[in-house]
Structure formats: C-alpha cells, structure tokens
C-alpha cells in the first residue's frame, strides 16, 4: 500500500506546487490588483498592477502604460514587486530541488537520504514561496480596504477596488503551502524498498509450495 501511497502523494504534491507556481508568476504581471469604476464614465475600468496601470473600454479595446519610475510606486506596490519576484524564484529552486528527490526518478536510487534530503529542503521552500505570494496581495487588499473606507477622502471621489490578481494570488499561495506540506508528509510516511517486497513474495510463495507438499494424499 505504501509503495503505491508514496508516488501519488508526491506526484499530487509537485501538481499543486507546479499550479500554484505557475499562477504565482501570473499574478505577477497581471494589472488587475486594483480596480477603479469611475462614476462619471461608467464605460471604462482603471486597473493598476505593480508594473502599469490600464484602462478598459466597454467596446473591448484595453490601454496600458508602464509606470515611469520605481520610486515613485506606492510603498506596498514597491514591496509587492520585490516578493513576488522572490516568490516566484524560490518556486523554481523548489520544483527543481523536489523533482530530484522524488521517488519515481530513477537518478540517485541508492542514495535515498539524499533524496529525503531535497525533497524537504524543496517543501520548505514551497512553504517561503507560498508565503511570499500571500504577504504582498494581502497587503495591497489591506491598503486598498484603509483607503475604501478613510473618512477624509470626500465621497465625490473614485475608490479602489479589489483587482481579479489579489484573488489569483491567495491561490497560488495556497496551493504553494498545500504542495509543500504534501511533499513533506511523504518523508514521514514507510517506505518499501523493492528488495524487500520481492522477499516477502518469494516467502509467501514458498509457504504456498510448502502447503500444497503437505495436502498431496
């Protein structure tokens, strides 16, 4: 049961790393983590990211501009960028680092510790990369609901919503911490070595060969 229990466990641990990774970078570049309705032209939607801001027109037709200076961005929005950066790049050593120890490759099969070894250095790094990713949208959310809600910005004026990359974001970090700790629960599980398993058939045989000697009339 646990030769079978191992693979797939590590195998659905490195699919939900591998999403969470993959929508970790998404949420990187994509401009929508805050969202503007402007009441006097209902047909257009301001969006910011970390990298330009854009504006959706009603007819389809999308605008984007980059952000001219890194120092003039808000200081969640400069943070955010620095973290998902290294979110993202600790995904990347942590799929590499995982994959070597998993149990399907055949590279490094008699050096198990090992193995062991970089699958749970990978897990910890999915942990920190799944971490980095909640951290800044969490952040960004957080100032985005203290200025919704500051009593001295008149009503007249524009507010900030939540953009669709804040959401794609708590994804990718859960499926980063889900995947890590998946790959972890694996070391704790028993591991059944092939030598041992041909063993116990050839003794199960051999008792049925014995049986069988002792019924013969």
Request: charged share 15%; glycine share 8%.
């Amino acid at each position: 049961m646990a030769l079978v229990y191992r693979p797939m466990m590590q195998l659905s641990g490195m699919l939900f790393c591998l999403l969470g990774w993959v929508l970790s970078c998404l949420t990187t570049y994509l401009p929508q983590w805050k969202n503007l309705n402007l009441e006097l032209n209902e047909l257009e939607i301001w969006t910011m990211g970390l990298w330009q801001a854009c504006v959706v027109q009603e007819e389809g037709g999308m605008q984007c501009k980059d952000f001219d200076s890194f120092l003039a961005l808000p200081p969640e929005l400069r943070i955010s960028r620095i973290l998902m950066f290294f979110s993202n790049g600790l995904g990347l050593l942590g799929l590499m680092l995982s994959g070597l120890g998993l149990d399907c490759l055949k590279i490094g099969e008699r050096q198990q510790e090992q193995k062991k070894r970089l699958l749970l250095f990978g897990g910890m790094l999915f942990w920190i990369s799944g971490i980095t990713a909640i951290v800044p949208v969490s952040w960004v959310a957080h100032s985005t609901v203290q200025e919704f809600w500051d009593e001295n910005i008149p009503d007249i004026v524009p507010r900030w919503d939540f953009g669709e990359a804040l959401f794609v974001g708590w994804l990718a970090g859960f499926c980063l911490i889900l995947g890590g700790s998946l790959l972890n629960c694996t070391l704790c599980s028993t591991e059944i070595h092939p030598s041992s398993v041909r063993y116990a058939v050839a003794e199960q045989q051999d008792r049925c060969q014995h049986l069988e000697t002792e019924t013969r009339p």
